[in-house]
């Protein structure tokens, strides 16, 4: 029983916050973050990826040093739609519909709507990009304003809470198999091409080699799942990653790496080996989209800090015991 007439009042509160912390941090399949004015606000359903700290892959990709969210499903052109309603400029996407994938936008504007996710949720904007009123610019961070976990990043704000994922953070959502510290050659899980839909959510599927279907499927309807519970990351529509094809990240317009494969593609482009290098910052294609990634939920740090804090206050208990017991009465 956790009982101590000294400490008894602070030992249950404690005890009561780390139950709570422990209910808001247990992992659930997707968090739900809102965002948009009223009338116009849509919702981007989040995953947990854990296991920080993991190895590469033999590729050398997949490595995060911490842990992360990444979107579960790729942005939709819906989500463009209320974000422009709710304020968001210089970002425009087509020809595809409601919950089909944002496309034919290019890096600097999948970099925009996430500078609005924080913007507007009164974080840090994650790029420093200024709108010329046709065009995107950017400028790199300063080293002491950028994003150093895990290595420094001098596209990304060290404060930002949302950003496109670096290849290592898409990769590893992707591939990673979270149950045995290993990576599987493509996204669904497997170690052999996933069968080819044109849409649904079949497990171990993915919307690829649909060479007569004219668009994508919709984002809720992109296949199977990763071991980490994200959609579409094989097929559907290519994917935007933060990171330089170079890696270097230390010029505004190096070409970027894509990621994913699309509708049309052959089952090689799915698979974790293969990367694009049409990825000019500048270009729009319809066969191009994006997710977001975020940092974890704030209720993870709730729960390592109730953790410590009953540490300290059960040691104290202990030697306060320890103290009573050696006074002679």
Not at 23 to 30: E, H, Q
Not at 38 to 50: A, K, R
Not at 237 to 263: F, H, K, P, Q, Y
Request: net charge negative.
């Amino acid at each position: 029983m956790l009982y101590d007439s000294n400490v008894n009042c602070l030992l249950l509160p404690v005890v009561g916050l780390l139950f709570a912390a422990f209910s808001l941090s247990t992992p659930t399949t997707a968090q739900a973050d809102t965002f948009g004015t009223s009338g116009n606000e849509f919702t981007i359903d989040f995953v947990d990826i854990g296991n920080a700290g993991n190895a590469a892959d033999t590729t050398t990709y997949g490595a995060v040093a911490y842990s992360y969210r990444l979107g579960a499903r790729e942005i939709s052109q819906d989500a463009i739609d209320k974000a422009t309603a709710s304020g968001m400029t210089g970002v425009t996407a087509g020809p595809w519909t409601g919950d089909q994938p944002a496309a034919s936008l290019n890096w600097y504007e999948a970099a925009a709507f996430v500078n609005f996710l924080n913007t507007s949720s009164g974080k840090t904007a994650a790029y420093d990009l200024t709108w010329g009123g046709t065009a995107w610019s950017m400028a790199l961070w300063s080293s002491d304003q950028a994003w150093t976990a895990g290595g420094t990043n001098l596209y990304r704000n060290k404060d930002a809470y949302y950003f496109l994922p670096s290849e290592n953070e898409w990769y590893k959502a992707a591939f990673y198999n979270p149950a045995g510290s290993a990576y599987f050659p493509y996204p669904t899980g497997s170690s052999t091409a996933p069968i080819a839909v044109a849409s649904g959510t079949q497990p171990d599927s993915a919307v690829y080699f649909q060479t007569n279907q004219i668009s994508p499927a919709e984002v809720t309807a992109a296949g199977g799942l990763s071991p980490y519970g994200t959609m579409g990351q094989g097929g559907n529509v290519w994917e935007w990653t933060e990171t330089a094809l170079s890696g270097d990240n230390n010029s505004a317009t190096n070409v970027r790496t894509i990621r994913g494969g699309g509708w049309t593609s052959p089952e090689g482009q799915l698979s974790s080996s293969f990367r694009s290098s049409n990825g000019f910052p500048d270009g729009e294609r319809t066969w191009v989209g994006f997710r977001v990634a975020s940092v974890p939920e704030p209720s993870t740090y709730a729960l390592l800090l109730a953790t410590g804090v009953l540490w300290w206050v059960a040691r104290k208990a202990r030697f306060g015991r320890a103290v009573r017991r050696k006074i002679p009465h």
